[in-house]
């Protein structure tokens, strides 16, 4: 996505993420982490985020007001961006800004500050924006972006509201969470198989088990939509009506709220409880 694209249109496929986003909006958390998707995508999902809690309409972006228009450009003055995708965050450009969130947004709105590719930062820099956390001031709100949470420092994350993007472009998982994938839907199928999978000591972390999510949403995708493109995405057709493989949607969303929340779950049992969902 270059600067001046649509960050509306960029989110197509990512409407679980911006539904999350949609239904905090009026009570926005001082910080929020967006992992998962690609960089583009990360950025486009911080844009509509600042347009959300900007937007003259009050709700859903518009994209036609002046204040939209302007976050697209980067131009709104209520915006700050820091772009790690062209090198290092530094911690002299996090410091000077510190007397800038001690003040008011200039606007009506929200102060946004989004952290492009947030894992480009230097720990001195990290450790200056965590003072600015633990400092809040009403109307700024930050955005960290990066490939994984766990890229980031973990105090960062832990004063974070975490949103995970599905991928994209890719309609196949990888042979990793395809194995993973295949066995909870044979678990689905016979009952058998999986808790021997997910309770052998240190088989599954918070990371494996958010992929195995996405993965089976991935699947579910290609089951919903008809195109069936992998075998698994045509065993679930066959397995269950439309009803089953919306319960199986609503399962898959409340296990991602689970491993996105701050609050420590052990992720094992959170794909349990997945995969007996549907016994």
């Not at 994350?157 to 909870?184: F, H, Y």
Request: include cysteine; glycine fraction near 8%; charge should be negative.
């Amino acid at each position: 996505m270059t600067m001046n694209a649509d960050p509306l249109a960029a989110l197509t496929g990512q409407e679980h993420a911006v539904k999350r986003l949609n239904t905090i909006a009026l009570d926005p958390p001082q910080s929020i982490i967006i992992e998962g998707g690609d960089a583009d995508s990360r950025v486009a999902l911080s844009l509509y985020w600042a347009m959300r809690l900007n937007c003259a309409s009050g709700s859903v972006p518009c994209g036609q007001c002046p204040a939209c228009k302007q976050i697209v450009d980067l131009a709104f003055n209520d915006l700050l961006f820091f772009d790690g995708r062209e090198g290092l965050i530094k911690v002299a450009s996090v410091r000077e800004q510190r007397g800038t969130w001690g003040q008011p947004p200039n606007g009506d709105g929200y102060r946004v500050s989004i952290f492009a590719e947030a894992q480009m930062f230097m720990t001195e820099a990290a450790n200056a924006l965590l003072k600015s956390l633990e400092e809040p001031r009403p109307g700024n709100v930050f955005i960290l972006t990066a490939p994984q949470r766990e890229r980031l420092l973990e105090t960062l994350v832990s004063r974070s509201w975490v949103v995970t993007l599905a991928w994209p472009d890719v309609r196949e998982n990888s042979p990793e969470i395809t194995e993973w994938t295949t066995a909870l839907a044979g678990f689905w199928r016979t009952g058998l198989g999986w808790f021997e999978r997910t309770s052998a000591k240190g088989s599954v972390d918070k990371h494996l088990a958010m992929q195995v999510v996405l993965g089976m949403q991935r699947e579910l995708r290609e089951a919903l939509s008809g195109s069936c493109g992998t075998p698994l995405s045509a065993g679930l057709v066959q397995m269950y009506d439309l009803k089953g493989l919306r319960r199986i949607d609503l399962a898959l969303e409340q296990a991602q709220d689970a491993l996105n929340t701050q609050v420590p779950v052990n992720p094992a049992m959170v794909l349990d409880w997945v995969a007996t969902r549907m016994i």
